[in-house]
């Protein structure tokens, strides 16, 4: 069966930087593009980037242009999201979610990573 | 102004109808645009409910029942969901979203729906 799975959660210091990870099994990882999706505690979705684990192309919102990477590493069937220049506004859960390539079929989703960024 | 605009609540009874809104910024014309619906429960990631551009290009989330609609109301630029048959179960968070400029993704503020 399809499943995205993601990495632990983390607290990290302001201004540093942090990185999820998102292991697909179940599927063939090259066939579905991965977007990244933030949720604040009590607020709505918040879409980040997206990346075809194919081609390796990215797309990001500009809010997080410039602090956001995507990646991935094919032999794993793993999808990493890195944000740099943390700010207690980036603490949030975060998910990956798969999707065929051009079309917002979101289908499935990791259970999100939880990110607290506190001094 | 948001590019895609959410009521933020909504109430309704058992075995009525509920409609739910996504309003395009004015100078996006909802007739160009397929709108996606998610569905999240306290506690679980977001769920793919339907997408929708006409009654020709739609498509319904995998193990959604068809009491789960799409459809659209030009005259408000809008997207809409219908819930049909409203049941407990169906109390959650709905989310539309739409693709953008063709680059990137928007999601709605999101409804919260009361089923009381």
């Known amino acids: 069966q399809v499943q995205l799975v993601q990495s632990g959660a983390e607290v990290k210091m302001p201004g540093a930087s942090m990185k999820v990870s998102c292991k697909a099994s179940?599927?063939?990882?090259?066939?579905?593009?991965i977007n990244w999706v933030r949720q604040a505690a009590g607020q709505g979705l918040e879409w980040m980037g997206w990346?075809?684990?194919?081609?390796?192309?990215?797309g990001y919102a500009q809010k997080f242009q410039g602090r956001i990477t995507l990646t991935r590493d094919t032999s794993i069937s793993t999808a990493y999201m890195e944000l740099t220049s943390l700010t207690s506004e980036d603490t949030a859960l975060y998910y990956c979610?798969?999707?065929?390539?051009?079309?917002?079929?979101?289908?499935?989703w990791g259970q999100g990573a939880l990110v607290t960024v506190s001094s | 102004q948001a590019v895609v605009t959410q009521p933020s609540s909504l109430s309704a009874s058992p075995g009525a109808s509920a409609s739910l809104t996504c309003t395009l910024r004015?100078?996006?014309?909802?007739?160009?645009?397929?709108i996606y619906w998610f569905q999240q429960k306290p506690g679980s990631p977001p769920r793919f409910l339907l997408k929708?551009?006409?009654?020709?290009?739609?498509?319904?989330g995998s193990g959604v029942p068809s009491r789960f609609s799409g459809s659209k109301d030009a005259s408000a630029n809008a997207g809409i969901l219908l819930i049909s048959g409203l049941q407990s179960e169906d109390e959650a968070d709905y989310y539309c979203m739409i693709w953008h400029n063709s680059a990137y993704w928007v999601f709605g503020g999101g409804t919260k729906l009361t089923v009381l």
């Open positions: 990346m075809s684990p194919n081609s390796g192309d990215t």
């Open positions: 929708y551009k006409s009654d020709s290009d739609k498509r319904q």
């Open positions: 179940g599927y063939t990882f090259t066939n579905y593009d």
């Open positions: 979610a798969r999707n065929p390539p051009r079309t917002g079929d979101f289908d499935f």
């Open positions: 004015s100078g996006i014309n909802v007739d160009t645009y397929k």
